[in-house]
């Protein structure tokens, strides 16, 4: 079992502390947290820091009312700070944790918390690893959970990753039924898959702990031997063995936590670096990729000042963003979700709509405006509204998800194709 002696030696080995005075927990009540605010209570003057507790009320369970009166009383009486955040809207796992650290970040900011802290533990960090395999993540996030982090205005600490649960004292805690329901895809990892695969493997926590490790030590190892590349350096960058501008591209990425681009698009700007052209274009999330002949760049722009391009030519053997969509012009492409054939390979034009604009639906010419009216399409989407044009004639027409395509060519041989994919 855990003693409050074993965490405290713990947390001054790893200096977690040591630059930072106010240190903010998430409470839920449950175990984990419990025992995070105990410990840390009780080591408070030792380590030379304040507390707060921070904790959020999801509304999802009849006990959430009794858990926030119980940790206020506490805080009460044990003369700590207490912030609380109150879920509104329709629950998601995605979306309550968006808000808990929206709202975390939010507390450090307006009262100088430098450090936020967590009670993930091994358990935790075992299912994170084996949930990202299972969901093909890039090998560095394999890692796993960082005990340390930037977040906000500090760090985001997790004193407790090299604990496991079973190893916590079995302090006044509240239970959340909710985490023996499968509907989940971690309460299904923690309930059936992980005890399933221990039959196999009776260490399979431990060995998943280790994947983590090595991982890491990978990652700092390539990042050691590549430290004096100049990666943004077109040139040099090309001078590269492919695996090496892969890694490259990845760890420049890693720079940007918010960015979070899929594998698709990941491929797109790899394939955009390994040739000579030069390309400025959004990603998502407000950031901009621009490529020169000499170098490349990643940036933030605010979206105030974030004018998108009214009208792109894409030509053949290609690929550029416009709004929320990637479009690559070429033979074949496997990743992307949806297409569009050609009866050429002539210069396609990506933009948005015009005043007389018309699309052929059921060979009979529609003005945009009627067939939106007819579409039920709203008037903030119609300004969205991507026009897909080719020899000065509409093809197709992308809004709200969804592309409509003018009448077919049933006739003719399709030489082009248009690939379609929503960042």
Same mark, same amino acid.
């Given at each position: 079992?855990? =003693?409050?002696?074993?965490?405290?030696?713990?947390?001054?080995?790893?200096?977690?502390?040591?630059?930072?005075?106010?240190?903010?927990? %998430?409470?839920?009540?449950?175990?984990?947290?419990? @025992?995070?605010?105990?410990?840390?209570?009780?080591?408070?003057?030792?380590?030379?820091?304040?507390?707060?507790?921070?904790? +959020?009320?999801?509304?999802?369970?009849?006990? *959430?009312?009794?858990?926030?009166?119980?940790?206020?009383?506490?805080?009460?009486?044990?003369?700590?700070?207490?912030?609380? $955040?109150?879920?509104?809207?329709?629950?998601?796992?995605?979306?309550?944790?968006?808000?808990?650290? *929206?709202?975390?970040? =939010?507390?450090?900011?307006?009262?100088?918390?430098?450090?936020?802290?967590?009670?993930?533990?091994?358990?935790? /960090?075992?299912?994170?690893?084996?949930?990202?395999?299972?969901?093909?993540?890039?090998?560095?996030?394999?890692?796993?959970?960082?005990?340390?982090?930037?977040?906000?205005?500090?760090?985001?600490?997790? !004193?407790?990753?090299?604990?496991?649960? #079973?190893?916590?004292?079995?302090?006044?805690?509240?239970?959340?039924?909710?985490?023996?329901?499968?509907?989940?895809?971690?309460?299904?990892?923690?309930?059936?898959?992980?005890?399933?695969?221990?039959?196999? @493997?009776?260490?399979? #926590?431990?060995?998943?702990? #280790?994947?983590? /490790? &090595?991982?890491?030590?990978?990652?700092?190892?390539?990042?050691?031997? =590549?430290?004096?590349?100049?990666?943004?350096?077109?040139?040099?960058?090309?001078?590269?063995?492919?695996?090496?501008?892969?890694?490259?591209?990845?760890?420049?990425? %890693?720079?940007?936590?918010?960015?979070?681009?899929?594998?698709? /698009?990941?491929?797109?700007?790899?394939?955009?670096?390994?040739?000579?052209?030069?390309?400025?274009?959004?990603?998502?999330?407000?950031?901009?990729?621009?490529?020169?002949?000499?170098?490349?760049?990643?940036?933030?722009?605010?979206?105030?000042?974030?004018?998108?391009?009214? &009208? +792109?030519?894409?030509?053949?053997?290609?690929?550029?963003?416009?709004?929320?969509?990637?479009?690559?012009?070429?033979?074949?492409?496997?990743?992307?979700?949806?297409?569009?054939?050609?009866? *050429?390979?002539?210069?396609?034009?990506?933009?948005?709509?015009?005043?007389?604009?018309?699309?052929?639906?059921?060979?009979?010419?529609?003005?945009?405006?009627?067939?939106?009216?007819?579409?039920?399409?709203?008037?903030?989407?119609? /300004?969205?509204?991507?026009?897909?044009?080719?020899?000065?004639?509409?093809?197709?027409?992308?809004?709200?998800?969804? =592309?409509?395509?003018?009448? !077919?060519?049933?006739?003719?041989?399709?030489? $082009?194709?248009?690939?379609?994919?929503?960042?």
């Amino acid at each position: 079992m855990i =003693t409050s002696t074993d965490f405290l030696n713990h947390v001054q080995e790893k200096q977690f502390f040591t630059t930072h005075q106010k240190v903010l927990i %998430a409470v839920s009540g449950g175990v984990d947290s419990m @025992n995070l605010l105990h410990f840390l209570y009780v080591s408070r003057e030792t380590l030379g820091i304040a507390i707060a507790i921070a904790h +959020v009320n999801h509304h999802q369970r009849e006990a *959430s009312e009794i858990e926030e009166n119980y940790l206020k009383a506490w805080s009460k009486k044990h003369h700590v700070p207490f912030y609380l $955040g109150h879920f509104k809207g329709t629950f998601t796992e995605k979306k309550a944790r968006d808000y808990r650290y *929206s709202f975390f970040k =939010t507390i450090m900011e307006k009262d100088n918390y430098t450090a936020l802290v967590t009670a993930h533990h091994a358990d935790d /960090q075992a299912e994170t690893i084996f949930m990202r395999i299972l969901r093909g993540s890039k090998i560095r996030y394999q890692s796993g959970i960082k005990e340390k982090q930037i977040f906000a205005n500090g760090e985001l600490i997790r !004193p407790l990753l090299n604990f496991s649960k #079973k190893d916590f004292p079995n302090i006044f805690h509240f239970e959340d039924h909710s985490n023996q329901q499968n509907d989940y895809l971690r309460n299904r990892i923690r309930n059936h898959y992980l005890p399933q695969l221990k039959q196999e @493997n009776s260490n399979i #926590k431990q060995a998943l702990l #280790k994947h983590g /490790q &090595e991982i890491d030590l990978l990652t700092e190892a390539l990042q050691d031997l =590549t430290k004096d590349i100049d990666k943004q350096n077109c040139n040099v960058f090309q001078k590269q063995t492919l695996a090496v501008q892969h890694f490259l591209l990845e760890d420049y990425l %890693a720079t940007f936590p918010d960015l979070q681009i899929g594998q698709l /698009q990941f491929k797109q700007l790899l394939s955009n670096l390994r040739n000579d052209k030069s390309y400025d274009f959004p990603l998502k999330n407000n950031y901009y990729f621009k490529k020169s002949k000499e170098r490349f760049s990643i940036s933030k722009i605010s979206p105030e000042t974030d004018s998108q391009p009214s &009208e +792109v030519l894409l030509e053949y053997g290609s690929l550029v963003t416009l709004e929320d969509y990637f479009f690559c012009y070429d033979e074949k492409q496997e990743d992307y979700v949806d297409s569009i054939s050609l009866p *050429s390979k002539n210069p396609v034009i990506l933009r948005h709509r015009k005043p007389g604009d018309r699309i052929l639906v059921k060979n009979i010419s529609k003005k945009l405006r009627r067939f939106f009216i007819d579409e039920k399409i709203n008037k903030k989407d119609r /300004q969205k509204t991507i026009i897909i044009e080719q020899d000065k004639s509409i093809v197709a027409v992308i809004c709200q998800g969804k =592309t409509y395509l003018s009448n !077919p060519y049933y006739h003719d041989i399709m030489k $082009g194709k248009l690939y379609i994919q929503k960042m």
